[in-house]
């Protein structure tokens, strides 16, 4: 989070975070000694801001998933690296802050205001969820290890004869780095097209084929990706296909951290981990303020059958 939008993040977070840990229906507010109890938001936020809901559901899930597989992997997180990230994200929210009320409200003071508890009480929370992210990427990538994976680079774009014409240029020994950075649509162009490491079940089932019969150092064919009502066209080269990891988590914790560094974790892989952890835990979605409203067991992330998850 880095504009001022962050602020009503805070106030969403730090509210969420009060509900959730009030027991049972527990009232949260009043007026005129009219209560206000924890399910009369819940339902007001499902009615107004349904996504909302459902992101912070999915977030509760994730926390759990992730909590279930780092004990099972053995997966930490060393407090040193905790508050360094705590630290950053407060700076973060300072500068937003500051860019929002131009140093008229110091930041103690916006949460002392808005939320009712001093600075060491917010950190106190915000550490919580700061913790749960640095978890989950260990968790994923550090799965990702264990399976079999390919290091790959793209480049896509919306056009099939322009896709084409860059097949022909890069068998013609092109920079495929040079052309993904000039040419492709893809959030890895930046990177020179380099992607995080692709297991199975990441791309189409066609595409994946294709994908994973490559060598390294080999570029595939032009590869048709549809989404609904429109195409984009994707060439891979494959860097490397590492074999498996089996080894403790604390054997190769400095090669996880050396990864996540040089490519931070994307949506898209919490999206395919989820997706995998509901094959193996029991996760159900039973409606909105926890009454089964007969749409048990819905997953969470829905998969797309049309288009690359990515």
């Not at 968790?139 to 014409?165: C, F, N, P, Q, S």
């Not at 995080?196 to 080999?218: C, D, M, N, R, S």
């Not at 094959?279 to 159900?284: E, L, M, R």
Request: proline share 5%; glycine share 6%.
């Amino acid at each position: 989070m880095r504009d001022s939008n962050i602020l009503s993040a805070m106030i969403a977070l730090v509210i969420g975070a009060s509900l959730l840990r009030a027991p049972g229906d527990s009232v949260v507010a009043s007026v005129d000694g009219q209560e206000i109890r924890k399910s009369d938001v819940a339902d007001s936020v499902l009615l107004f801001g349904s996504q909302a809901y459902v992101d912070a559901m999915r977030e509760c899930v994730q926390r759990i998933l992730a909590e279930r597989e780092a004990e099972r992997l053995k997966v930490n997180v060393p407090d040193a690296t905790i508050d360094k990230a705590l630290g950053d994200e407060i700076d973060q929210e300072k500068s937003a802050l500051l860019v929002q009320y131009g140093g008229k409200v110091t930041f103690p003071d916006f949460v002392r205001d808005h939320f009712r508890m001093t600075e060491d009480e917010y950190r106190a929370r915000i550490r919580v969820a700061v913790r749960t992210k640095l978890l989950l990427a260990r968790v994923i990538r550090y799965g990702t290890m264990r399976e079999e994976r390919l290091t790959l680079r793209t480049i896509v774009v919306r056009d099939k004869a322009k896709a084409l014409e860059l097949q022909e240029k890069l068998r013609m020994g092109a920079d495929f780095i040079a052309l993904a950075k000039r040419e492709s649509i893809d959030p890895s162009a930046k990177d020179g097209g380099k992607l995080p490491p692709v297991t199975h079940g990441v791309l189409q089932g066609e595409i994946e084929k294709v994908v994973f019969a490559l060598v390294p150092g080999q570029v595939s064919d032009v590869l048709t990706v549809v989404d609904r009502d429109s195409s984009t066209y994707h060439l891979f080269r494959l860097l490397e296909r590492p074999d498996p990891v089996d080894k403790p988590y604390a054997d190769v914790a400095g090669e996880v951290e050396k990864d996540l560094a040089s490519k931070p974790l994307e949506a898209y892989e919490v999206a395919q981990w989820t997706r995998k952890m509901e094959t193996t835990h029991d996760v159900k979605v039973v409606g909105p303020a926890g009454a089964d409203d007969g749409k048990a067991d819905v997953p969470i992330t829905p998969k797309k059958e049309n288009s690359k998850e990515r």
